[in-house]
């Protein structure tokens, strides 16, 4: 019984703070793309960019920034979701459910678009942040990191978790209907 009571306390906890990310991330990211170039000059280095700049971004740059970074940013939003919804399942004491292996299989999936959205992300990124300079000065970028990788692999890792739990699910709604 206090285990139950733990888990839905910190199920609610961290549902609300689901909730929070959800409402605030949109938000930051709409501040930062604002006063980027305030912020260039304060932290410039500490800003990871595909390119380096070394002139102010104008308004329409700065738009079309933030707009090639609500490609990620949706996704995590859909993965805050999902995983909100989850925790609201914890809270109800729902742990073993189709609506659980659901949740995380949505989680699985949302990892893998984020990493393939973030590359895309930061290629087309490159392209806006150099499109105001000359030609010959313009530039496109493609990378990827460990921490790309990582997220591919923790993806493929939690969608067999998903897998697992909905056979464990199966195998417990078969249990219950032996007398």
Known sequence: MENTERITKVSRRFRLICTGLIF??????????????????????MIALPVRLDHDLTAKTRFFAFLVDLLPLCVTLYGLTRLKNLFRLYEEGAIFTEA???C????GRALIAWVVCDVVSNTLLSIV?????????????????SGEFAGLFVGAVVLIISWVMDEARKMQEEQALII
């Open 24 to 45: 605030c991330l949109p938000l930051l990211g709409a501040l930062f793309w604002m006063f980027f170039n305030q912020l260039y000059v304060l932290a410039g280095p």
């Open 100 to 102: 659980t292996v659901n």
């Open 129 to 145: 942040l150099t499109m105001g300079n000359p030609p010959g000065r313009r530039m496109i970028t493609v990378s990827l990191n």
């Open 104 to 107: 995380f299989r949505s989680l």
